[in-house]
């Protein structure tokens, strides 16, 4: 299951936060969004923060009293421009959550921030600027889920979701020829469905859940760099980290020290 997956952002552990002078608190989605929402979040910065995410599959959304963007799937390190001293309000969406709730295209944001206009719905930046708006986190959090909820499409593709599910238990180590074969899809049908609903072809998907994977087991023993943490061997490790985070796994651990 989806809600078996817990994205790991370095941004976010204790020491990231206090090296970039974050205050955070989550809450994660409840049952009822399984699949959907992977979290909220609500950060407080006290001047102008750039917020490095790195690739996790998930669409990240984040208003302030100023401003509302929305996060496509990244295939590289990003930095959101949280520009303006404050609170935001997030959202964390699983892997093809967002087309759970709305019909769209989610090839069209990867590697993209894009506004609300995204979404085809109107009704979609009221009820984000009443969270914003509401008394504190956690009521923020009950009208976001109940608008949702109200929302959600209970349609869903079976096969899609049956590979994406298991690419998420086996850490992405699969062969897509060989999934292909079990559900009597040809991996090209299975990239088109996995390029609308995530934004990403299956190869590149699995490969970013088995860095995700790498990076949460470098962080939990950081004294053991010589390990290749799910890699065949270190060379594959860290051509695998410069191709997505752009820096070997010591630097990676260095910049959130």
């Known amino acids: 299951m989806l809600n078996d997956y817990h994205s790991f952002q370095p941004t976010l552990t204790q020491s990231g936060l206090n ?6 608190k989550q809450i994660f989605a409840s049952k ?9 979040i609500e950060i407080q910065i006290e001047s102008p923060t ?3 995410v790195i690739p996790d599959g998930m669409i990240n959304l984040f208003i302030s009293d100023s401003s509302l963007f929305i996060a496509g799937v990244q295939t590289k390190t990003n930095t959101l421009p949280l520009m303006q001293a404050g609170k935001y309000f997030g959202i964390r969406f699983y892997p093809g959550g967002l087309n759970r709730l709305f019909n769209v295209n989610m090839q069209e944001i990867c590697d993209q921030q894009v506004s609300n206009l995204f979404i085809p719905d109107s009704a979609f930046i009221d009820i984000l600027s009443m969270c914003f708006e509401a008394r504190n986190f956690k009521q ?12 959600l499409n209970n ?6 979701e049956w590979v994406l599910n298991e690419i998420i238990k086996t ?12 559900i009597q899809l040809s991996p090209r049908q299975i990239n088109r469905q996995f390029m609308q609903n995530i934004g990403v072809n299956t190869k590149t998907f699995t490969q970013i859940i088995k860095l995700q994977n790498s990076v949460k087991t470098l962080f939990k023993y950081r004294n053991q760099l010589e390990s290749t943490h799910g890699y065949f061997d270190q ?23």
Do not use: M
Request: glycine residues 4%; charged residues 15%.
């Open 19 to 24: 090296k970039l002078g974050i205050k955070c």
């Open 32 to 40: 009822a969004l399984s699949n959907v929402i992977y979290a909220f």
């Open 50 to 52: 750039i917020y490095p």
């Open 140 to 151: 923020s959090v009950g009208l976001c889920e109940s608008w949702f909820i109200s929302r």
């Open 155 to 160: 349609k869903t593709n079976i096969k899609f």
């Open 171 to 182: 850490n992405g180590d699969l062969k897509i020829n060989t999934i292909a074969q079990t």
């Open 235 to 257: 060379s594959h490790q860290i051509h695998a980290f410069k191709r997505f985070l752009s820096c070997p796994p010591s630097a990676l651990l260095k910049q959130f020290s």
